[in-house]
């Protein structure tokens, strides 16, 4: 009996033992993938940021480019440029290179600096990031498709040279010059209302497309009258509406999925679903999108942004170069989401002190009133 109660208790001791080493092992490796999570989360944003900076100071500004520069250099087997890089333009290209270098040095050290942040605390920061660039995207076409309705409505009944002076309504019918001191100018605008109010979302602009179209059925049956502005307006804001709205839809669980298969596994497993998700079938098509619409000049949002391309429907609006520019804010903010959602999943699978057992909507920086 005494040694049948002395191997029960070295079973204990060893059960014990194991229990101990595996909450040990697993804690190891939590403090190893969630640094290794936060820097991929985190690099990928920054990365993307400079990747819209770059394609600004090459294609706007003039510079050369990172790739440019990889083929002067004759590094990763890129084409050399047809004509040598001299002087600036190869300083300007290092400091291009040089911003990538920087980020990812400042991502990894503010990761390293900041070991008990929580992945939970980080994702809010993203979910806070795009929720504000989608209230801006928000209130710039609601800005701009009220202005341009106006000065192009002003403008086919001949009246715009009375109200704004001959000069200023002639070169109104420039699309750069109505870009740079109509549409500009209302962006920034849109920037200091996006900080101060959250008042308005996409259930009003969903109610102003209903208006837009409305109006349009009462003009044309009512008053026989029909412009191509009319048209362009639904247009715009309804592209508005679909691009911006996916990026705060993917937080909200609000996307299509295939819940036959998706409503029955675990938390873990659903955490798991959603992580593999955002790294093979998210991140790629932002990134296909990013970089085959803005990797030349003549690409498909480079290219209508570069020249202020407008429809050639006589009098309509002046905005189809903004729409191309949609297509680069929703791949933009999907990405940022998307990173947001892989650490919110990551803290389920690690275990997390604190998380919630379902990811939770977002609540910092929501987009809606």
Not at 66 to 91: I, Q, Y
Not at 146 to 154: N, Q
């Amino acid at each position: 009996m005494v040694h049948m109660t002395s191997i029960s208790r070295e079973s204990d001791e060893i059960a014990r033992t194991l229990q101990e080493s595996l909450q040990a092992s697993n804690g190891t490796a939590g403090s190893i993938a969630a640094p290794v999570v936060r820097s991929f989360a985190f690099s990928m944003v920054a990365i993307s940021i400079l990747f819209l900076v770059n394609a600004y100071l090459s294609f706007w500004q003039g510079w050369p480019g990172v790739p440019t520069l990889f083929g002067h250099l004759g590094w990763f087997g890129v084409e050399a440029p047809s004509k040598p890089l001299a002087g600036d333009a190869v300083t300007l290209g290092w400091v291009q290179l040089g911003l990538y270098v920087g980020a990812l040095t400042a991502v990894i050290v503010f990761v390293l600096r900041t070991p008990h942040r929580r992945l939970q605390e980080d994702s809010e920061i993203l979910f806070a990031l795009t929720g504000y660039i989608i209230r801006w995207a928000f209130f710039s076409v609601l800005l701009i498709g009220v202005a341009d309705m106006v000065v192009s409505f002003l403008r086919v009944e001949g009246t715009l040279q009375y109200v704004l002076g001959t000069d200023i309504a002639k070169n109104m019918g420039r699309p750069s010059y109505r870009g740079e001191f109509v549409h500009y100018p209302m962006m920034v605008v849109s920037l200091v209302i996006a900080k101060y109010t959250r008042t308005l979302g996409f259930t009003w602009l969903a109610l102003l497309i209903v208006a837009a179209e409305v109006q349009i059925v009462i003009a044309r049956f009512v008053f026989s009258y029909e412009q191509a502005f009319m048209g362009d307006l639904v247009r715009f804001w309804y592209g508005a509406l679909f691009l911006f709205a996916s990026p705060y839809t993917l937080i909200k669980e609000g996307h299509v999925r295939v819940d036959i298969l998706y409503a029955s596994f675990s938390q873990r497993g659903k955490a798991w679903t959603n992580v593999l998700g955002c790294l093979f079938l998210g991140l790629p098509l932002c990134w296909t999108i990013l970089t085959r619409g803005m990797w030349g000049r003549s690409n498909v949002i480079t290219g209508p942004l570069l020249s202020y391309e407008v429809t050639q429907s006589g009098y309509g609006l002046y905005v189809k170069y903004l729409l191309a520019g949609f297509l680069m804010i929703f791949a933009f903010c999907m990405l940022i989401q998307f990173m947001g959602y892989l650490l919110r999943n990551a803290a389920v699978l690690l275990r997390e002190p604190g998380n919630t057992s379902e990811p939770r909507p977002n609540t910092a920086g929501s987009v809606v009133g």
